[in-house]
Every structure is written in C-alpha cells, then in structure tokens.
C-alpha cells in the first residue's frame, strides 16, 4: 500500500494549508488515517488521527487549528491547517492502517510532504 502526500509548501505565520494524502494498491479496507509530524532535532509526533466511521482524535496544542477529514470512497486524507505558526514548521507525514486483499494487514507511511511557515 503506497501512501503519497501533497499540499505542503511554504506560508507566512497566520496563514493556512491543506494536505492531501491518497493511499493506493491493494487495499480492502482503511480502518485509520493519520497525520504525524517531524521538526528537525525533534521526535515524530502526532497531529491527528480519524478512523473509518470519522471518529477523530487531535494532539491537544492543534485541536483548535487543524481539520482532519477523509474521503473513505477515494482512499484520501485531508488536514486543513490554519493560523499557523512557525512552530508547525515540520515535515508532515500520513499514516494508514488497515487490511490488504486476502486479509494481510498493513501499516504504510508516506514520503513526507514540508511545510515551512515564516515569521
């Protein structure tokens, strides 16, 4: 199961971005999505996950900000970031768990999209 975002780039603080994430291949069923970030020098973490029925769950300094959403139908991921802030300045990853045809489940990461914002 291959994983590609896209959407990132660089913005001015205050201002907003959406990622794209379209997950392809043999894919049956995505049971959960997610976003995860990475700052330089730091660890990967979370920014939001969604389930298949949409249930959502955010990390507490980006539940006000950001929107996750997805598109069961088009395997897509979606995060609206808005009012962002230098420190969101990070390479954001997409995740997805599920199970492949013939029952094989997987976990697959994206490549990493940048987003860059400027004081």
């Known amino acids: 199961v291959q994983l590609v975002e896209s959407g990132g780039g660089l913005v001015q603080a205050g201002g907003s971005l959406r990622l794209s994430c379209v997950a392809s291949g043999t894919i049956f069923s995505i049971r959960a999505m997610g976003w995860y970030r990475q700052a330089p020098g730091k660890q990967r973490e979370l920014v939001a996950r969604i389930s298949s029925g949409g249930n959502t769950n955010y990390a507490d300094s980006m539940k006000d900000r950001f929107t996750i959403s997805r598109d069961n139908a088009k395997n897509t991921m979606y995060l609206q970031m808005n009012s962002l802030k230098p420190e969101d300045t990070a390479v954001y990853y997409c995740?997805?768990?599920?199970?492949?045809?013939?029952?094989?489940?997987?976990?697959?990461w994206g490549q990493g999209t940048q987003v860059t914002v400027s004081s």
């Open positions: 995740n997805a768990e599920g199970t492949e045809y013939f029952g094989s489940p997987f976990v697959s």
